[in-house]
């Protein structure tokens, strides 16, 4: 089946808001079988609409727009479905219960503008929305399912999975896409493209790879499409197998998995805990390991030590290193590692220092340069990074790193 | 002047990546005064590229695409603009060069992949990427002006500053767009509609406003499109300022400014520093205050107190506290936000404790609950949120809501 996105909303043709949405349904979309072949972002205007929707039917079988179904006077969306299908809005009572229920919940008044959003097409399926006001509305004509959906994200999302997707994998007629994502850390694009060229030349024809960079992590995807599903998934991990022997050092984890996650579970598996010391990294390790659900089992805490009297005051770092060596160096990272393992009392420490930019850099120590340790009951390993001269990503590639180096020595 | 965006990637029909090219080059373009009017992601396959470019040549002046000039296999938009353009790839020598400098600079190695990516249409405008290996390609028929870039965010970055901005400034016939966003924080959607209709009834014609609600924050968006900027940013100017005599205790900011800026600034005018003791947001708020440049002139660090233990131990939260009212609780938070104020010893700090969720609600604590505290030398300000059951959405609100509350202690 293929299947088509139109995220209607002005504010994403001016660049204000990032398209999570388009991304969060293509991804479901296709586990659920259904290829998106499509993505469009259109403005909140009937014209617009309208004419995205005709396209989007001649090209696809399911045709999903999100957006312009809130409570505001700029949102339309309703009034087009009505000209598209030729019918008129009507007041649903169910609906109307819904907003009401879901106002004194929240203890808070029923305002009109909401009362409004109770009005839907005559003849639509109306999906319930519990976690918001503006109901789903879904219609099925010639063969063709199109699915309008409210353009907040968590409320798409409960729509999405409540409705579109369950009937997607109740409805589909033997075939597969299968996807297989190798997450690596640790080597850029062009060199894992080299390291990998005896084995990309030798992969069955009907596998697509592909090669997707991000600041410090490189995926490598591996795609089939067929009626087996079982076969491809068996021709897939093979080739996986042989990638995991050819670049063991540079993988980390597959599909979704976030490093975070696989670091906490390794923590959560062998009762260890673990804490942080971050400087250059400014408690960005810290924010990515307490994302994760449960991360209160292993983590205890941390200490951006930013300025160094805090690197002094609160985790010891003698003043004498600070002088003679600098933030930025082996002998404060390792200091600081021991530190907060010790002050915090966990088992493993993980220690950031460097010159994330775009001030601070100098001859000797760049912009970019970067120092991480981790500290253990036994040992402490420490490793100099040189990164780029882009704030942002020498942040995120600093956490990926220490997360890596963690993960390596969790094993 | 219309433009429109193609991605290109099946990374972004998969939903495997989050389309921020998109977002960027819209708001860029806008500003520039070009009206984007459709943005579509499509897969790396010859027709689908050939067929989407036909469509937006069809619809706009300016057709601007991203993604698969890279050095991998899998990457094919260079062969498709040479059938679309009816030439053919030719070495050229000026931008092996480039990519040769490029790899001697990092002291790599210069591989044929690399190489390869010397080939350029005959007949196109070649656009130097000094700060990766492929250039971009420019074409310009039949007044239609049509631009491929690489799809590595910077590097695309890179190219529509060097050159496709600068040009559009420069071409553009007295038409512009002015837009202006006032930042709220601590209203939802239709609270704010319901506050402002009064307002909004009476907004002139030509003014378009929306309403764009995120975790935490609306913005609120006036645009305006016309011949005579001035007068137009002169109307839009008396809106704003009738805004803010209406709303002025939810405006924190406008257009792209950021909350963890806006605070940055005040502390940096008033020569004041800042701290973070941070239980239920785990760091993030740190990693936010830092996330700017120069933020070491007022952020001296952060304790991420996520054990009860780090609260008592580094915080000096009294155990009988944490025993008799619970971590989350106003007791605690206010002890924490004077311990880190004192143990760092900055001016202000902010102290959070909560329940994120999705595990460790109660009855009397829902997942939702949090109390946030800032201290300063003189007092100390403590208030209870109940936000919603997503972990991610709660750490997010949690960390705006204590950004603005600081902010407003500046003031």
Redesign the interface.
């Known amino acids: 089946m293929n299947a088509e996105i139109i995220n209607i909303g002005?504010?994403?043709?001016?660049?204000?808001?990032?398209?999570?949405n388009?991304?969060?349904?293509?991804?479901?979309?296709?586990d659920a079988g259904a290829d998106?072949?499509?993505?469009?972002?259109?403005?909140?205007q009937g014209a617009?609409i309208m004419d995205a929707m005709a396209s989007a039917i001649g090209r696809a079988d399911l045709v999903l727009l999100t957006g312009g179904l809130?409570?505001?006077?700029?949102d339309i969306t309703k009034k087009v479905l009505c000209d598209y299908f030729n019918t008129k809005l009507i007041l649903d009572e169910q609906v109307l219960e819904n907003i009401r229920s879901f106002f004194s919940r929240k203890g808070?008044p029923l305002?009109g503008?909401?009362r409004d959003q109770a009005l839907v097409p005559e003849g639509a399926t109306i999906l319930e929305n519990p976690v918001g006001?503006a109901p789903g509305i879904a219609f099925e004509r010639n063969n063709k399912w199109i699915v309008s959906m409210p353009g907040?994200p968590?409320e798409m999302k409960h729509i999405m999975e409540s409705y579109v997707l369950p009937r997607l994998v109740n409805g589909r007629k033997n075939y597969f896409i299968v996807?297989k994502?190798i997450l690596t850390q640790g080597i850029g694009?062009?060199?894992l493209?080299?390291k990998l060229s005896g084995w990309?030349e030798n992969l069955p024809k009907d596998i697509?790879?592909?090669?997707?960079?991000?600041p410090g992590i490189v995926?490598l995807?591996l795609?089939m499409r067929g009626k087996n599903r079982a076969s491809m998934q068996k021709v897939i991990f093979k080739q996986v197998r042989l990638l995991e022997e050819k670049i063991p050092q540079f993988i980390w984890g597959f599909d979704n998995d976030k490093l975070e996650e696989v670091v906490g579970k390794l923590l959560k598996k062998k009762s260890l805990s673990i804490s942080?010391a971050?400087s250059c990294?400014?408690?960005?390790?810290?924010?990515r390991?307490?994302?994760v659900?449960?991360?209160?089992h292993y983590?205890?805490?941390?200490?951006?030590?930013?300025?160094n009297?805090?690197k002094k005051?609160?985790l010891e770092v003698p003043g004498k290193l600070l002088k003679s060596h600098g933030a930025v160096s082996r002998e404060v990272v390792e200091r600081m590692a021991v530190g907060v393992r010790e002050?915090?009392?966990s088992d493993f420490s993980i220690a950031t220092t460097g010159v994330a930019?775009?001030?601070?850099g100098t001859e000797e120590k760049p912009v970019g340069t970067v120092w991480i340790a981790i500290a253990t009951r036994e040992k402490v390993i420490s490793e100099k990074f040189q990164f780029g001269d882009?704030?942002?990503?020498n942040?995120i590639r600093t956490a990926f790193a220490a997360l890596n180096m963690i993960r390596k020595a969790l094993l």
Chains 1, 2 share one sequence.
């Open positions: 002005d504010e994403l043709l001016i660049g204000q808001v990032v398209n999570t388009a991304s969060w349904m293509a991804q479901q979309l296709n998106v072949v499509h993505i469009s972002c259109i403005a909140d617009a809130g409570p505001t006077r700029d808070l305002t503008l909401n006001t907040v968590y996807h994502t694009e062009s060199f493209t080299d990309e697509k790879l592909a090669y997707l960079p991000s995926r995807r795609s942080t971050e990294t400014g408690g960005y390790i810290a924010h390991l307490t994302s659900p449960g991360s209160s983590f205890r805490g941390s200490v951006v030590a930013y300025d009297e805090v005051d609160v002050r915090l009392h930019g775009p001030g601070g882009q704030r942002d990503r942040i």
